[in-house]
């Protein structure tokens, strides 16, 4: 009996020596440079990360260590962060252990969802990457038809949840795009004429705030937060939960683009612009103008048509009139499919530069500068498009949630996309620039989720236009000395 406790308590000595964050017989963790939000340096000690990690369910990660690499790395690889240290979050515990140590520090703050931020604002140099990532449960209830959604999950794991129950909630349509950015800042898609944006479907979340506490939310608990988080970005915490609204959808509907030649774009593009301005809420058109390789030049129409299947040819019919298309692929097609839902990668093969501002209508002088601007391209990879906002959209009161800019009928962007890596990146935003600033007095008002670094304040401030002051002063309630800066920011008040 002696000897088989002998053993036990050896055995027990030795795994306990093995399990991760146990420190027995093992050195220490290296003191690590950072930077502070006012950009100074700061020194994190080794025995206060290693009490961080211990703490933690996740990992956490400094340079160097198996890992790290790969959780740096964000969809838009543009963009090189080197964060000094990541805590990959598997639960709200954990998050709450991350803000509390960012905020004891000082830390520059960057919170990763799905990682999707085209402005590279979900990593940060020097700082702290809060991400969850590795939080992606999707739990739909298809008889209440609501979805609750972990702050790290993507648009397709999200579609093919609810689309199982012939349920869905209108959001973007790049399906690798993490649903916590999409909603934050409002949330335009395929569906949205019909149903609204994606923030508009928003009924509750649990966020920590920059206190480190963990808040409920909804239209009767804290209702002033929620409404903060309907398009006032990630200003106000860390949402680690979201509720939405679902809605019965047909999971096949009627879509897919339209590419025409370049040549006679001016007078295509009217016509489009003639169609959508009586088009039903359950039809949907991007425009989108570019140049391909080989110095292809082409005109684009992505198009979803989510009422009556039956009727989706008639509807649509139309468009197909107004030119010879190189390409048609609009037909009878899974949801699932048009959204591109099982296409989750997480990483763009190609770097990504770009400005945007939403138009009150795409007039002739837009058309103008659109197509122009394309025709003289230099180069393939460059892009101007247009997202079909409007019909239910529209109906929501610009003080009724913090997106504001309601009666915008798209939204407009102007991107370089080019291959990974590059010998002159700056190169590649030179072209969006020249053209933003052709393209920009069209323009009023800005998407939360197109807002770019460089931005100026005023651009911030069109982005959330009449509701600014109190979105100011809802963030020095939860964020009074903005560690949660790096997004389309807002200034406590």
């Known amino acids: 009996m002696r000897r088989r406790t002998v053993l036990a308590s050896g055995l027990a000595a030795f795994t306990a020596m093995s399990l991760p964050g146990r420190r027995l017989f093992a050195a220490g963790t290296a003191d690590v440079a950072a930077i502070g939000l006012d950009g100074k340096p700061v020194t994190l000690k080794g025995s206060e990360i290693d009490d961080l990690r211990a703490g933690s369910r996740g990992e956490v990660l400094t ?16 963009f090189d962060k080197k964060p000094a240290l990541i805590v990959r979050c598997v639960g709200a515990a954990d998050v709450r252990r991350a803000v509390k140590f960012a905020a004891a520090h000082g830390l520059l ?16 140099d020097g700082g702290i990457m809060i991400d969850l990532s590795p939080m992606r449960a999707v739990e739909v209830d298809p008889i209440a038809k609501t979805a609750r959604v972990e702050g790290g999950a993507l648009l397709g794991q999200l579609d093919r949840e609810s689309l199982a129950f012939g349920l869905a909630v209108p959001v973007g349509t790049v399906a690798d795009t993490g649903v916590a950015g999409l909603t934050l800042g409002g949330g335009v898609g395929r569906i949205g004429r019909r149903f609204g944006l994606t923030c508009d479907n928003l009924i509750g979340a649990e966020v920590v705030t920059a206190d480190g506490n963990w808040v409920r939310c909804g239209d009767s608990e804290n209702a002033d937060l929620l409404w903060a988080l309907r398009g006032g970005g990630g200003n106000y915490g860390v949402v680690t939960t979201y509720k939405f609204r679902l809605h019965e959808v047909n999971p096949v509907m009627y879509g897919g683009d339209l590419t025409f030649p370049l040549e006679g774009g001016r007078q295509l593009l009217r016509g489009v612009v003639d169609f959508i301005a009586s088009a039903p809420d359950e039809l949907y058109v991007d425009t989108a103008v570019g140049t391909g390789p080989k110095g292809a030049r082409w005109l684009a129409l992505n198009i979803c048509y989510c009422g009556p299947l039956e009727k989706g040819e008639q509807v649509v019919a139309p468009l197909r009139k107004l030119g010879k298309p190189l390409k048609d692929e609009v037909a009878v097609a899974p949801y699932e499919r048009l959204q591109g839902s099982a296409d989750l990668r997480g990483v763009s093969p190609l770097g990504f530069y770009g400005k945007g501002g939403l138009v009150y209508g795409i007039t002739p002088a837009l058309i103008d500068n659109m197509v122009g601007a394309i025709e003289a391209a230099p180069s393939d990879g460059v892009m101007i498009w247009t997202q079909h906002q409007g019909g239910a959209i529209s109906r929501v009161a610009p003080t009724a949630t913090a997106y504001f800019n309601r009666g915008a009928t798209q939204n407009l962007g102007v991107a370089n996309l080019w291959k990974m890596p590059a010998e002159d990146a700056g190169h590649n935003s030179d072209w969006v620039r020249k053209v933003w600033a052709q393209i920009e007095p069209l323009t009023r008002g800005q998407y939360v989720n197109l807002a770019a670094t460089d931005d100026r304040d005023a651009r911030v401030h069109a982005a959330y236009g009449d509701n600014y002051p109190r979105l100011a002063a809802l963030k020095k309630r939860y964020d009074p000395n903005n560690l949660f800066r790096l997004n389309a920011n807002i200034k406590p008040a």
């Open 109 to 124: 703050t960057a919170v990763r969802g799905g990682g999707h931020s085209l402005s590279g604002q979900s990593g940060c």
């Open 63 to 78: 340079g160097g260590q198996s890992g790290y690499d790969t959780a740096r790395r964000l969809w838009n690889p543009a």
